[in-house]
Each structure stands twice: as C-alpha cells, then as structure tokens.
C-alpha cells in the first residue's frame, strides 16, 4: 500500500485509505479537435493491466500492450491518490471554450474496482492548456496520472514493446 507520492513537486496524501479499497480500475481517454479536428485516436488502460492505443481514420490500426506489473501497480497507486468524488466533468477555460489553436481535446471516462464491491464512474473533459495547471487545470494527482498513462503509452510503443498485435476482438 502507498502512503504517500511525491507528484510535481508536491507530497500529496489520500485523506483515506484508497489505495486499499482500489482494486481495479479501467480507463479510457478519446481525444478529439486538434490539427486535423479529430483528434489522434485513444488510448484504453484494462483492468488486467494492457494499453490499448487505437488510431485514426476508416481502419484504424489497434495495438495492445501488456505492462509490467510494476507499471500497472504504479498507475493503480496514482489513481488511488485522485479524489475521483470531487473530479469535474470538465476543465475547460471561459477565455477559450473552444481549445482554440489546435489543442487537442481529451474525454476520460474511467470505471473504479472498490474493495467493497462498488464500480463508480467518472468522465471528463479537457483540452491541452489544462495540462499545464492554473485556474482551469486539472486536480495534480489527476494531472500526474494521465500523464504517467500517456508516458507509458508511448515508452511502450515507440520503443518496439508493442508486440501484441489487437485485432477487431480486443475488447475496449
């Protein structure tokens, strides 16, 4: 169990112990807008612990990855640390509605596994400049989880550890 991490800079702590009662947790983030208006696929964490990254376009290509049980356990501890009760449904900012220049938009939509047999949900939205912080920024424990997730998503690819080829079966 994790007592505390060091995010950002930041010590933050769980006022609960949510690391005990997370057992599981699946999640998805779609991206949409940016360059070409459609985003540039999405990226699904299973609850058995694989990276599914999806692409764009009429075929898009599919890649599965298992990740390491430290890597797995590190997003399970992170997402422990987010108070998903108090996540908005988004973090968009009133000066820019519109993710205006290019900013790619994201929607998460993630399931929890408690201890205790509860699944809540939770989903949200956010466009790049939310990555960065300020008033319209997303919570920092939210912030360093989906920033791990992208990170791994993309050790995992780029560096050729994509050997599981996904076809049109692999559930998302």
């Known amino acids: 169990m994790i007592g505390s991490l060091t995010i950002l800079g930041c010590l933050l702590e769980p006022e609960e112990p949510v690391a005990a009662a997370l057992v599981g947790l699946q999640l998805r983030i779609d991206t949409s807008h940016g360059k070409t208006g459609v985003g540039v696929g999405s ?4 609850a058995d612990g694989r990276i599914i990254v999806t692409g764009i376009g009429p075929t898009p ?3 599965a990855i298992s990740l390491t049980s430290a890597d797995h356990q590190t997003l399970l501890d992170l997402a422990a640390l ?3 009760a108090e996540l908005q449904s988004d973090y968009i ?3 820019n509605p519109d993710g205006c220049c290019d900013q790619l938009g994201y929607t998460l939509s993630a399931t ?3 201890a205790e047999g509860g699944k809540p949900s939770y989903t949200a ?4 400049e939310a990555t960065k912080g300020g008033a319209y920024g997303l919570p920092p424990a939210f912030r360093q ?5 992208f990170e791994m998503r993309y050790d995992y690819t780029v560096n050729g550890l994509c050997l599981e080829t996904a076809s049109s079966q692999v559930e998302q």
């Open 82 to 84: 987010v108070e998903w």
């Open 145 to 149: 989880l989906v920033t791990t997730l």
């Open 93 to 95: 900012s009133p000066e």
């Open 61 to 63: 290509k599919v890649c």
């Open 43 to 46: 990226t699904t964490l299973t």
């Open 112 to 114: 929890l596994a408690l």
């Open 125 to 128: 939205f956010w466009f790049d």
